[in-house]
């Protein structure tokens, strides 16, 4: 009997989701396809129904967005952020989040995750800069790169106090980056403040219930002749 489409789309998302969750826990070299078709309780001949490869299976599990990008779309940046730099929960941040726990082994990998991974950053920098004129915004890019970072560098130090210390520094500087812009006043162009400042008299005039004193004709040369 056929399997059907709906039963071949349900276990392509179970590989999918050990494999992703094995690749952030061991790596991409210290994962095999042995290992993840285990975990799905699949057979090895299975894998090859659903991806062409591991480097094919590498790249699905980036382009599937777990972690800080997902967080994002769902909830309040300020609130998310908070929840992605919290030192408590530290271990399990970096361990959900492909583009803190993996960014060394996409560099080392195929073309396809590395272009997978890029798209993630995008979509993450995009959902930071939430109200802002453009979606690559400087300081929404930057608040990316400092939450990212500072996941990464405290897992990988062994200094607890100072992994603390990153989180935290990198929190405070997160929210004063992603204050929202201050709106100035544009300044009036020369010739608006001239314009501006000659039809104050008149205004003034009119108030008072007068006319603007308009100053006399000069006499050309040849009335006074």
Not at 154 to 165: F, I, K, M, Q, V
Request: with cysteine; glycine share 6%.
């Amino acid at each position: 009997m056929p399997v059907s489409l709906a039963r071949k789309a349900r276990t392509r998302a179970e590989i999918l989701e050990h494999a992703a969750r094995l690749f952030r826990l061991r790596g991409n070299a210290g994962t095999n396809i042995d290992d993840i078709m285990l975990a799905a309780g699949l057979t090895r001949g299975a894998f090859y129904s659903h991806f062409t490869s591991k480097d094919d299976l590498f790249a699905e599990t980036i382009r599937a967005g777990h972690g800080l990008s997902a967080r994002l779309r769902a909830g309040a940046v300020e609130t998310v952020l908070d929840e992605y730099l919290d030192k408590d929960a530290l271990a399990a941040n970096a361990l959900s989040c492909a583009l803190a726990a993996l960014p060394a082994d996409v560099a080392r990998g195929p073309l396809a995750a590395q272009l997978a991974y890029a798209n993630q950053l995008h979509i993450t920098i995009g959902e930071l800069a939430r109200g802002r004129r453009r979606k690559l915004d400087a300081d929404a890019t930057a608040a990316a790169i400092l939450a990212i970072g500072a996941v990464v560098l405290a897992r990988a130090s062994g200094d607890r106090t100072l992994a603390d210390w990153l989180l935290r520094c990198a929190r405070r500087t997160t929210k004063a980056l992603l204050k929202p812009p201050v709106l100035r006043a544009r300044p009036k162009s020369r010739s608006r403040r001239k314009s501006a400042a000659a039809r104050r008299p008149k205004r003034a005039a009119r108030s008072r219930g007068g006319r603007a004193e308009v100053s006399p004709k000069v006499r050309s040369s040849g009335s006074r002749r």
